[in-house]
Structure formats: C-alpha cells, structure tokens
C-alpha cells in the first residue's frame, strides 16, 4: 500500500505536466490536489488512478 509521501511525490512530479492532460486525467488530478491540501490520504481506488495518470503523463521522457 502507498503511503502519504508517494501521494505527495506523485502530485507534486505531475505538477507541470497539467498542460499536456486530456481533460478527464486533469480533472480526477486536480481532485487529488485538492485532497492533498487538505492532507487527506487518497482511499485504494483514487491511488490506483493518481498512479495510472503518473504513469501516464510523468514517466514520459521529453524527446
């Protein structure tokens, strides 16, 4: 299970790439955000799509 650090690295490494987001992706992120401020831990399925959408967006290499 994750912990409350991996939230916050994986919010904060997507941070930039809010730009480049389909608008369904940056919705659910912009949830999370929210949610981090408040320091709320996200439940099994919000972390298994803030994962999905870091995998997605932030692995990516620039080329």
Do not use: G, N
């Amino acid at each position: 299970m994750s912990t409350m650090m991996d939230q916050k690295k994986m919010i904060e490494a997507l941070r930039y790439k809010t730009s480049k987001m389909v608008s369904k992706d940056r919705y659910d992120y912009d949830m999370y955000v929210k949610r981090d401020k408040d320091d709320e831990d996200l439940d099994s399925i919000s972390m298994k799509r803030l994962r999905e959408i870091f995998e997605k967006y932030a692995d990516r290499r620039d080329k």
